[in-house]
């Protein structure tokens, strides 16, 4: 039969129920725009935490981790009947934390082509004199180019410039520690390490993650202060960090390093698993609500198309009777639903962008969080492909089944039955 005429009566059905018609489109257009909206909105939390914490962690780190030396001396008493085997003296393995021979390990790296780039870097405890109070905290002492190529530092800077770094004897304090010891940028603090090095530093930056764990603790300043400040000889680094063209060769490459160089290493997967575990529940959670909604507009859909085929019995013998087949009584239920779906799918997709665009409008100023200033919105064409396939899917279903029952129908026993 004609595609055309089949629409064409699929059509007249649809306005024979406009109302029914239009609250069962009107569903389908609320689930995909809540879809939508959730999905973007989730997505974009889950950007903006990873700015926070996975942003800033290196997808492959290098470093040399206290640990007890791997030979152990051991002591067997002969006496005892099994034999048995006692530990003596577990103690930390005395090699420092430096990493031996690191400029050459940084220059083969950076030849490596899987790797972005390297930023070398110092983690060293430190003291920060507050009048007579020391406060515990730790110095971070980074190459300032490769810090700001890698990790964006500058973008959780309240006050001052990363660049600033680059001046002999400057420092930046995150936000909770500059508030402790109640210092502005220009002010001059002293810093102690542990082995009672004082040195004088300018702040030139205050920092914000909005982690607390980081803000009343961490401090920035340049490789070459650092150095000095600890006392420590030019060639003087901690920690190696990498980044990575492809994110998920992290594991890889940093077992491949550990038995190159001999050092430690961990990829970030490793040392983010709980939080990237959080980030994928909440993945989960938002998707299947969307869902959810999505396949409870497609029972209306099936209620209405149901309910539909029991008020047109005599149509649909009628047209079974003038030469219409199962098949195309099929087809003109399935155009219905699939109108139904396509009218609000498009619906959905305009007021599922319309509520996002709201909701990135929204005001979000939090003091712990300097750098939001309104609700993340993460704007991927991808879920909204994803809405209108399954809106698409989730009303064909529902018009299957009441279609299959139509083109079932047989003729005889209808008029017979009138």
């Known amino acids: 039969m004609d595609f055309k005429l089949l629409l064409n009566i699929a059509l007249h059905l649809l306005r024979a129920r406009l109302k029914q018609s239009v609250v069962a489109a009107v569903g389908v257009t609320f689930g995909i725009a809540m879809f939508i909206s959730l999905v973007s909105f989730m997505n974009g939390l889950n950007d903006l935490l990873d700015g926070l914490m996975l942003n800033r962690t290196p997808h492959v780190r290098l470093y040399n981790e206290i640990k007890p030396a791997e030979n152990q001396a051991v002591y067997i008493d002969k006496n005892y009947r099994n034999k048995v085997n006692i530990i003596r003296s577990i103690k930390p393995k005395d090699r420092g934390k430096a990493i031996y021979n690191c400029k050459a390990i940084i220059h083969q790296l950076k030849t490596d082509p899987r790797v972005i780039d390297v930023a070398p870097k110092i983690t060293e405890p430190m003291f920060f004199i507050s009048g007579t109070i020391e406060i515990a905290g730790l110095i971070n002492g980074i190459d300032v180019v490769a810090e700001e190529k890698l990790f964006q530092l500058s ?45 004088m530093l300018k702040v030139v930056g205050i920092s914000q993650f909005g982690i607390a764990e980081f803000d009343d603790t961490t401090s920035y300043t340049s490789l070459e202060t650092a150095q000095k400040a600890l006392e420590k000889p030019t060639n003087y680094i901690t920690d190696i960090q990498l980044k990575l063209h492809d994110i998920g060769q992290a594991p890889a490459v940093a077992a491949e390093l550990h038995k190159t160089f001999q050092v430690d290493s961990i990829d970030y997967q490793t040392a983010n698993s709980q939080f990237e575990t959080g980030s994928t529940v909440r993945n989960i959670i938002s998707y299947a609500v969307g869902i959810v909604l999505l396949i409870v507009a497609g029972f209306g859909i099936y209620n209405i198309l149901n309910m539909m085929i029991f008020e047109k019995m005599d149509s649909i013998a009628i047209l079974k009777a003038t030469g219409f087949s199962g098949r195309d009584v099929l087809w003109i239920f399935m155009l219905l639903s699939l109108i139904i779906g396509l009218t609000g799918g498009i619906c959905g997709l305009g007021f599922g962008y319309l509520f996002t665009t709201i909701i990135d409008g929204i005001p979000f100023k939090t003091a712990a969080l300097p750098t939001i200033e309104t609700y993340p919105i993460n704007y991927n064409p991808v879920y909204y492909f994803i809405g209108f396939a399954f809106a698409l899917v989730t009303t064909a279903i529902a018009g299957l089944f009441p279609a299959l029952k139509a083109s079932k129908i047989d003729p005889v026993e209808i008029i017979r039955g009138k």
């Open 155 to 199: 973008d959780y800077l309240i006050e001052g410039s990363i660049q600033d770094l680059r001046q002999n004897n400057s420092i930046i304090v995150g936000k909770g520690l500059a508030d402790k010891m109640l210092v502005h940028v220009g002010d001059i603090i002293q810093v102690t390490s542990p082995k009672g090095n004082l040195s």
